[in-house]
Each structure stands twice: as structure tokens, then as C-alpha cells.
């Protein structure tokens, strides 16, 4: 009804004027100081900081264990969705909203509980430990930590487009002879797949971000099990606010690509099944 | 909109539907080993670990647990987090408004990017949150040198606590109010300010109602983070006790000093939090889509 110059509502330039300003001062501004910080640094310096052995070491653990730890969430993600979705079962509601955990629970208490857990003295780290596998204190336990906090995101994309998916694919597909599990690999699978990728990559940039709950269960050995946020922390507590500032820059440009991504995935999610996600 | 995959959106139920149907029904086994599959990696990873936080915190005693919530450096953790969350909330809470207003009934260029930009937080790692307000309130930063000389201190003080927590919370509630509000329109609106209410008045009686349940899930996640951050407020704070430290601080402190009982006895009210926050977050979900239920039925 109403054009661009034609406005009858009120306050669009107080509106959009405090968006700007409260955006700007608490994101942009600071965010800005990040990389203005890292163009004081020569090319060398830069480029020696970000490529040092210890930091590419915390890179490889950082995506390795965050890439790991998104794929598992995406199989068992699917899985927890579908059994959510197309089956009833007692107990369903209270899975159903204790999924969401993870965003609700305090990161370093889900560090602590899950360091006591896995732990070689915990419930699942006792029963590990005569195998010869430890969790706790290495490696595997950064893939833990990574698994429990990305666990939300693929259920929650997927579970919509799976509860919003017509019956009549797959009675056309029965009807034309197909078995459950053609129907789901050639009908279900692909209807699903945009929102499946859009809950890997969620749950691979939220993990790599991850601090909280990874200190507690990681031992944080140099080279080993060190993450690139803990880099930046230790650096930060040697006063080297370059070194921590660089780092910082390489892991804010990857958190941007990620998020172009991510917004590219959604957008094919939501014209793949006509909803917005 | 990347970062928090859980979005306020109506959730029909349709398994029973899925069920009754030969066409979608899958054998009882494939049935019982998705689910027995799902539960138990469901338990592994999200049950037991709820449950370690309450043995673990009453491992010494009902006593203990009491001592450590009351004594005087946890409580006052207990009242900084809570510091914390009352003054971003609301602080988000105002911008999240104010942004999907403009957003929604309003076209402009670079609409867009703009909610991109609003979404932007969920995508930074806390700790470059908690670095950025070091860059710029620190003592090397921006405003070091002038807020030294007047003797303000925002790092390692409670100020850039409360900066740090209000970046990591900023995209909460815009994000849940601006697809809503986008896909309301602005007819109501409209039809209201014609009819010759003030902006205030059309807000108060037409958006509000309108928003109510969406507002009130956004502020609801917002403070759940608002109350729980570690990464960013860790790098802002000092670690100074009973003046600079949060509650999931406090939990840390207390963790490296070997002291488990306690820490897991603050970290039992950080986890009975996140509790409320699921059934409180649940209960709004099903309140919001039941009038539209009603209306479906009769």
C-alpha cells in the first residue's frame, strides 16, 4: 500500500537510526579494532605469528575435531530427528526439549561435567580405560566437548523440513514398488539433504569458535591439544597483544566465510522446501 | 542466520500421522534401532552429563553444597551474572525491537546485509568477543591512555563484563522478532495509525500483542546466555574474586583449585538454570501456537 515515500507508520529514522548506532558501537567499531590492530603488523610479522608451529598445530585440532565432530552430529543428528519426527515413543517430548542442552547449559559447565565424566576416574572414562582409550586430557576429549555442543543444530534444521514433508512422495514411491529404504535414498534423502548441510556447517562454525567447554577436558598440551582460541587467550596473558590480535583476524575472517556459507545453504534449504529455516 | 540453529516456529506434531500411514511406517525394527541408536547418543552426550553436574555437586554432602553457594565470593559471582543480565537483556531487548521495527515495516537498501550484520556475534568466537573490547578499552587500546586518566576502568573491571555479555546476546532477540514482524507485514498498523492512534498507542495495543511470545522467547535465550558466558567474559574480567568474576568464572576458579564439590555445586545452579530456561522455552512454544490451534478446530 505504502511506497518509499509514501510511509504512514512513525519512527523509521529513530528506529533505524538506533539500530546503526547500538550496531555499530557495540559490533562494527570493536570488531573493526581487530583488524586495524593487525595492519600495524608488517606483512613478516603477521604472516610469521599465524604460521608458527604451535598455532598450525591448534588450526589442524581446532577444524579437524570440529569437522569430526560435525559429521558425527550429522548422522546422529539425522537420526535423533527422524526418530523425533516419524515415530512415538513415551518419553518423546522430554528428548524433544532437552535437545536443546546445549545452548541453554553454560559451556564451562558442560566442560567440568563432561572432563568428570570422561575422565579415567569417570563413569564413561573407567569403562574406556582398560581398552587403552583415553578420552580426557587429549585429543578425543576436544572431539567430546566439540560433539556435545553441536548436537542441537542438525535436529533443529533438520526436524522441520522432515515433520513439513508430504506423505504422498513416499506413498508414490511405495506405490511404484520402491522399498522404505529406496523411498528414503532417492525421495526423502535429497528433500532433506540443504538442511542437513546447513546443520553440518552450524555446528562445524560453532565448534571452531569454541572455547568454554573445550579448556576444561583438553589438557591443553602444546602441539597436541591446544585449541586456536586458548592461543589467543595464553598470548593475551603474555601481553602480546599483536600475536593474540592476528590470530584473532585469521579466525574472524574464517568465521565470516563460514557465514556466508551458511547463508548460502539456508537460502537453497529454503527454496529446496519453500520454507524459511 | 547462522550461529543458534533453534528458532521460534510452530511444531505440529506429526508423528502419529507418520505412523498411520503404510506409505511412511517403517518396520518395527528399523524403528526400535533409530531410536535405540538415537537414545542412547542422546544419553552419552546430553543426559549424562546433566546428571554428573548434580552427583558430582553433592558428592561431599548436602553441607558442602550449601557452604559453597553461600559463601561470600560466590554469592557475590552470583550477583554480578545477575548484574550482567539485567543490564544487557533489556539493553537487547530495546535494540532487538527498534531493529526488526525498521526491518520489517520498513523498505530500505541493505536490508539484507543488515541482518546479516545483526547476526553477526553468533558467528565470532567469544573469545575475539572478549579480545575486541580489550583492543579498544584496554590498557594498550584505543581508550586506554584517556580512561586511565580519568581513572575509569572498563577491562578487568565490571563495565567490560557487561560490554562482553551484551556482544555475545546482541543478535537473541532481533533475530527471533524480525522473520515474525517481516512476515505480520504492516497492514495492522497501518490500519491503526489511519484510524488515528499514535505510534505508541499502535505499538502498545497492535505490535505488542502481536509479538508478545516470540519477545518473550528471545529474552529468555538471551539471558540463559546472558548468564552462562565464559569464553568472552574470561578474557575481559581478571579473574579478580568476589569483584570481576561471574558465576561460570567462579566454577572455574574453584575447578583449578581442586575444589570439585564446590564447583560443581555453583555449576548446579548454572545447569538448573539452563532447566528453567528448556521449560520455560518449551512452555512458550506451546502457548504461542495454541491459539492458532483453537482457531484450526473450530
Known amino acids: ?277 | 542466520m547462522a550461529g543458534v540453529a533453534a528458532t521460534f516456529d510452530a511444531r505440529p506434531d506429526t508423528a502419529s500421522k507418520f505412523e498411520a500411514n503404510p506409505a511412511t511406517r517403517d518396520a518395527p525394527w528399523v524403528k526400535y534401532l533409530i531410536i535405540g541408536l538415537g537414545l542412547s547418543y542422546f544419553a552419552i552426550f546430553l543426559l549424562l552429563p546433566l546428571i554428573a553436574v548434580f552427583v558430582e555437586a553433592f558428592r561431599k554432602g548436602v553441607g558442602t553444597y550449601l557452604d559453597a553457594l553461600v559463601e561470600p565470593d560466590a554469592l557475590a559471582a552470583i550477583r554480578l551474572t545477575l548484574l550482567a543480565a539485567a543490564i544487557s537483556v533489556p539493553l537487547n531487548l530495546i535494540f532487538g525491537i527498534s531493529a526488526a521495527w525498521a526491518i520489517a515495516k520498513f523498505q530500505f537498501r541493505g536490508k539484507n546485509f543488515l541482518i546479516t550484520l545483526i547476526d553477526l556475534p553468533f558467528s565470532v568466537s567469544p573469545v575475539v568477543a572478549g579480545l575486541i573490547y580489550v583492543l579498544v578499552f584496554g590498557m594498550q587500546g584505543w581508550f586506554g591512555p584517556w580512561l586511565r586518566e580519568h581513572d575509569i576502568k572498563v577491562i578487568f573491571a565490571v563495565p567490560g563484563i557487561v560490554l562482553a555479555t551484551i556482544f555475545v546476546t546482541f543478535p537473541f532477540i532481533a533475530r527471533e522478532l524480525i522473520p515474525l514482524m517481516q512476515a505480520q507485514g504492516r497492514d495492522e498498523e497501518e490500519a491503526s495509525i489511519s484510524l488515528g492512534a499514535s505510534g505508541f498507542q499502535t505499538f502498545w495495543r497492535v505490535t505488542l500483542p502481536n509479538i508478545k511470545w516470540a519477545l518473550l522467547y528471545g529474552v529468555i535465550l538471551c539471558n540463559a546466555r546472558a548468564m552462562g558466558e565464559f569464553g568472552a567474559v574470561s578474557v575481559v574480567s581478571g579473574h579478580i574474586r568476589g569483584e570481576t568474576n561471574t558465576m561460570p568464572l567462579h566454577v572455574e576458579i574453584l575447578y583449578n583449585e581442586y575444589q570439585f564439590a564446590a564447583a560443581f555445586a555453583v555449576a548446579s545452579l548454572l545447569a538448573l538454570l539452563a532447566l528453567v530456561t528448556l521449560i520455560l522455552k518449551t512452555y512458550v512454544e506451546w502457548r504461542a501456537h495454541r491459539p492458532i490451534a483453537r482457531e484450526e478446530v473450530s
Request: zero cysteines; proline letters at 5%; glycine letters at 8%.
Open chain 1, 1 to 277: 500500500m505504502s511506497g518509499v515515500n509514501k510511509r504512514v507508520l512513525p519512527g523509521f529514522g529513530l528506529s533505524l537510526g538506533f539500530t546503526l548506532v547500538y550496531l555499530s558501537l557495540i559490533v562494527l567499531i570493536p570488531l573493526s579494532a581487530v583488524f586495524i590492530k593487525t595492519s600495524t603488523m608488517s606483512w613478516q610479522e603477521f604472516w610469521d605469528v599465524v604460521t608458527a608451529p604451535r598455532v598450525v598445530a591448534s588450526y589442524k585440532l581446532t577444524f579437524g575435531a570440529s569437522f569430526l565432530a560435525a559429521l558425527i552430529n550429522a548422522v546422529f543428528g539425522l537420526l535423533l530427528a527422524w526418530g523425533l519426527t516419524r515415530y512415538t515413543f513415551p518419553g518423546r517430548k522430554i528428548v524433544d526439549a532437552l535437545i536443546d542442552l546445549p545452548f541453554a547449559l553454560p559451556t564451562a559447565v558442560a566442560g567440568i561435567a563432561l572432563t568428570a565424566i570422561y575422565a579415567k576416574n569417570g563413569w564413561v572414562g573407567s569403562l574406556l580405560e582398560p581398552l587403552g582409550i583415553k578420552i580426557a586430557f587429549g585429543p578425543p576429549g576436544v572431539l567430546v566437548a566439540l560433539t556435545f555442543i553441536g548436537l542441537p543444530f542438525v535436529v533443529r534444521t533438520v526436524q522441520p523440513v522432515l515433520e513439513d514433508l508430504e506423505t504422498e512422495y513416499e506413498e508414490a514411491a511405495a506405490s511404484l514398488g520402491a522399498t522404505r529404504w529406496q523411498a528414503f535414498q532417492h525421495v526423502v534423502f535429497p528433500a532433506l539433504f540443504p538442511a542437513l548441510l546447513t546443520g553440518f556447517a552450524l555446528a562445524f562454525a560453532r565448534a571452531v569458535g569454541e572455547y568454554g567447554s573445550v579448556v576444561f577436558i583438553a589438557g591443553n598440551i602444546p602441539m597436541v591439544s591446544e585449541i586456536t582460541p586458548l592461543i589467543i587467550i595464553t598470548k593475551l596473558e603474555q601481553f602480546d597483544y599483536k600475536g593474540a590480535t592476528a590470530i584473532a583476524a585469521v579466525m574472524l575472517v574464517i568465521s565470516f566465510v563460514l557465514l556466508l556459507v551458511i547463508n548460502g545453504l539456508q537460502a537453497w534449504t529454503a527454496r529446496r522446501t519453500g520454507r524459511a529455516v
